[in-house]
Nanobody, 121 residues
Framework: QVQLVESGGALVQSGGSLRLSCAASGFTLNYNAIGWFRQAPGKEREGVSCISSSGGSAYYTDSVKGRFTVSRDNAKNTVYLEMNNLKAADPAVYYC??????????????WGKGTLAIVSS
């Protein structure tokens, strides 16, 4: 069974930090690109970040550049998204997804159920 499980979502103050985790089961994460997406109520899903299968390339949407960092821990079969200096536009359900490469959401084969990040004033 191929599964992705997100965790780490919580309520934090504006300007605070969170680290989200995406744990893979049923396949070796190292051979897959992992993308992070988010969706707020009434909003369209948007891409946030993606790390290549080799871990050598990472991509970020303009609104999170310089604040978010994606990384891999192959020993734990897990990808992380570190979110720093959280802002009012960041609260959402965050999803991870796996695919052959970082080519966009339509190319992602497996999706997790999501984890909720909330930012308070």
């Amino acid at each position: 069974q191929v599964q992705l499980v997100e965790s780490g979502g919580a309520l934090v103050q504006s300007g605070g930090s969170l680290r989200l985790s995406c744990a893979a089961s049923g396949f070796t994460l190292n051979y897959n690109a992992i993308g992070w997406f988010r969706q707020a109520p009434g909003k369209e899903r948007e891409g946030v970040s993606c790390i290549s299968s080799s871990g050598g390339s990472a991509y970020y949407t303009d609104s999170v550049k310089g604040r978010f960092t994606v990384s891999r821990d192959n020993a734990k079969n897990t990808v992380y998204l570190e979110m720093n200096n959280l802002k009012a536009a960041d609260p959402a359900v965050y999803y991870c997804a796996s695919g052959a490469e970082c080519s966009g959401p339509s190319t992602m084969r497996y999706w997790g159920k999501g984890t909720l990040a909330i930012v308070s004033s």
